[in-house]
């Protein structure tokens, strides 16, 4: 099917279409994480406690992991031109609001719906870049994606940076919002349509006991620090809220989220790695970027800048690593990427008003390279032992539990970072519990190969 609907495509439109959804998924990753140097802005500007605001990026990222399980049932029940311009009306929607945002609450709406509509894109990108070009291109495809997926959420920041030097916030959604709809006008008119929709049932109560679970256990995590009977009251019925989610999934013929494939040991295991590596990224990138500007007292363009050697090394790095996974396999690039993750934590564990910001930048950046290392060899190793038919399946899985469990690291490590009296002793402690998402990261990994190797 995939080479039928390859060879009824004009080169031409091909290109096209190519260059809007790489353009598109870029800056809905990149816009991921341009909040992150703006939080301690918008904290000042807008009288919000640092526990509040961090809701522009872990609303942003919780919500991409709960639309993401949809893209499948939308895939079907609706065309893909369709789902590609309601998909980029969407965010140039919420990219508007943003643009017109008056308070916090309209900000984090904006970012929501941008959120919905970014959850939706990533995986759409993958699908019909697979379903467009014939197979013995598709190494190249999925490569070219991949640069994307990792360079968009890596640069986000340090762009902020100088648009917040220069600019203000709100430019962070006006210089978009433009480019979102010219990409929407190009895709009306070059946009080919390949599938036909089905009837395909929505299961709404599914939707709803994701989101509210989800939310639910974030905010208790948020407020536990200052109400904490609410916040643990909240965390408890979170939890239970998502366990009857995950209860539903077992018991549908068509569940929103295939959740059995979890059951497959390779999957479940180099998933839990992905997910430690994914929770010390956008972890780390949301404390670095906070203690430079409230603790160093740079600028947001130079807080920018301490981030940007990182996020170029980890594009670079990115690039190279699916071909050495393919000669090497994943052993050794994990294993050394884990050890780069923890030596590059200790001046981070240690550190004080004074230290350097040169310091704080080169082993910002062996951190990035560790991460690059470990990352996509673990999501290739995640789909060793599954089915062809399933691939989409674990896509959307393991997209969904990736970005979730962020959402937690950064709520989490701000959380912690909050409770002593010095934010100082706060960062030291967050970055502890970044050393042990590593450690655990590895002893996953190590379990991983010896079973693998004791059943050869």
């Given at each position: 099917?995939?080479?039928?609907?390859a060879d009824?495509?004009?080169p031409?439109t091909?290109?096209?279409?190519?260059?809007?959804?790489?353009?598109?998924?870029?800056?809905?990753?990149?816009?991921q994480?341009?909040?992150i140097t703006?939080?301690p802005?918008?904290?000042?500007?807008?009288?919000?406690?640092?526990?509040?605001?961090?809701?522009?990026?872990?609303g942003?990222?919780l919500?991409?992991g709960?639309?993401?399980?949809?893209?499948?049932?939308m895939y079907?029940?609706?065309?893909n031109?369709?789902?590609?311009?309601g998909?980029?009306?969407?965010?140039?929607?919420?990219?508007?609001?943003?643009?017109?945002a008056?308070?916090?609450?309209?900000?984090?709406?904006?970012?929501?719906?941008?959120?919905?509509?970014?959850g939706?894109?990533?995986?759409?990108?993958?699908?019909?870049?697979?379903?467009?070009?014939?197979?013995e291109?598709?190494?190249?495809?999925?490569?070219?994606?991949?640069?994307?997926?990792?360079?968009?959420?890596a640069?986000?920041?340090?762009?902020?940076?100088?648009?917040l030097?220069?600019?203000?916030?709100?430019?962070l959604?006006?210089?978009?919002?433009?480019?979102?709809?010219?990409?929407?006008?190009?895709?009306?008119?070059?946009?080919?349509?390949?599938?036909?929709?089905?009837?395909?049932?929505?299961?709404?109560l599914?939707?709803?006991?994701?989101?509210?679970?989800?939310?639910?256990?974030?905010?208790?995590?948020t407020?536990?620090?200052?109400?904490?009977?609410?916040?643990l009251?909240?965390?408890?019925v979170?939890?239970?809220?998502l366990?009857?989610?995950?209860?539903?999934q077992?018991?549908l013929?068509q569940?929103?989220?295939?959740?059995r494939?979890?059951?497959?040991?390779?999957?479940?295991?180099?998933?839990?790695?992905?997910?430690?590596a994914?929770?010390?990224?956008?972890?780390m990138?949301?404390m670095?970027?906070?203690?430079?500007?409230n603790v160093?007292?740079?600028s947001?363009m130079?807080a920018?800048?301490?981030l940007l050697?990182g996020?170029?090394?980890?594009a670079?790095?990115?690039?190279?690593?699916?071909?050495?996974?393919?000669?090497y396999?994943?052993?050794?690039?994990v294993?050394?990427?884990?050890?780069?993750?923890l030596?590059?934590?200790?001046?981070f564990v240690i550190i004080s008003?004074?230290?350097?910001?040169?310091?704080?930048?080169v082993?910002?950046?062996?951190?990035?390279?560790?991460?690059?290392?470990?990352?996509?060899?673990?999501?290739?190793?995640?789909?060793?032992?599954?089915?062809?038919r399933?691939?989409?399946h674990?896509?959307?899985?393991?997209?969904?539990?990736?970005?979730?469990?962020?959402?937690?690291?950064?709520?989490?490590l701000?959380?912690?970072?909050?409770?002593?009296?010095?934010?100082?002793?706060?960062m030291r402690?967050?970055?502890?519990?970044?050393?042990v998402?590593?450690?655990?990261?590895?002893?996953?990994?190590i379990?991983?190969i010896?079973n693998?190797?004791?059943?050869?």
């Amino acid at each position: 099917m995939a080479r039928n609907i390859a060879d009824t495509i004009n080169p031409k439109t091909r290109l096209a279409v190519s260059i809007i959804l790489l353009l598109s998924t870029f800056i809905s990753l990149m816009s991921q994480t341009m909040m992150i140097t703006a939080l301690p802005v918008i904290q000042n500007q807008m009288n919000q406690s640092l526990t509040t605001v961090q809701w522009l990026t872990t609303g942003y990222t919780l919500l991409i992991g709960i639309v993401t399980p949809l893209s499948s049932n939308m895939y079907d029940k609706f065309s893909n031109r369709s789902v590609f311009l309601g998909t980029i009306g969407t965010f140039v929607i919420g990219t508007l609001i943003g643009c017109l945002a008056t308070n916090f609450w309209l900000l984090l709406l904006a970012r929501l719906v941008q959120a919905c509509a970014g959850g939706i894109l990533m995986s759409f990108q993958m699908t019909t870049m697979i379903s467009i070009y014939p197979p013995e291109k598709r190494g190249t495809i999925i490569g070219m994606s991949g640069l994307v997926i990792a360079f968009g959420p890596a640069i986000g920041p340090t762009l902020a940076g100088f648009i917040l030097n220069l600019l203000g916030w709100r430019y962070l959604f006006i210089l978009i919002l433009p480019i979102m709809v010219l990409i929407w006008i190009i895709g009306y008119f070059v946009f080919p349509n390949y599938s036909e929709p089905l009837d395909i049932k929505i299961d709404y109560l599914s939707v709803v006991l994701s989101l509210l679970g989800s939310s639910l256990a974030l905010i208790g995590i948020t407020i536990v620090q200052t109400q904490w009977m609410l916040g643990l009251a909240m965390l408890v019925v979170g939890a239970i809220i998502l366990y009857f989610f995950v209860k539903r999934q077992l018991n549908l013929k068509q569940p929103m989220l295939n959740v059995r494939i979890i059951k497959l040991y390779s999957f479940r295991m180099m998933v839990l790695v992905g997910i430690c590596a994914f929770m010390v990224l956008l972890g780390m990138e949301q404390m670095v970027s906070i203690y430079a500007q409230n603790v160093s007292h740079v600028s947001s363009m130079t807080a920018g800048m301490i981030l940007l050697p990182g996020a170029i090394a980890n594009a670079l790095t990115a690039s190279v690593v699916g071909r050495a996974y393919d000669q090497y396999g994943a052993k050794w690039l994990v294993i050394s990427g884990g050890i780069l993750m923890l030596i590059s934590a200790i001046p981070f564990v240690i550190i004080s008003k004074g230290t350097p910001i040169w310091i704080m930048t080169v082993f910002y950046m062996i951190r990035m390279v560790g991460n690059a290392l470990v990352f996509s060899p673990a999501i290739s190793e995640s789909f060793r032992g599954v089915a062809p038919r399933e691939i989409s399946h674990a896509t959307a899985l393991n997209n969904t539990l990736r970005q979730v469990s962020g959402a937690v690291s950064v709520t989490m490590l701000i959380v912690i970072s909050s409770i002593p009296h010095s934010f100082v002793l706060g960062m030291r402690i967050s970055m502890w519990v970044t050393v042990v998402l590593v450690l655990l990261m590895l002893a996953v990994f190590i379990s991983y190969i010896k079973n693998r190797n004791s059943r050869r």
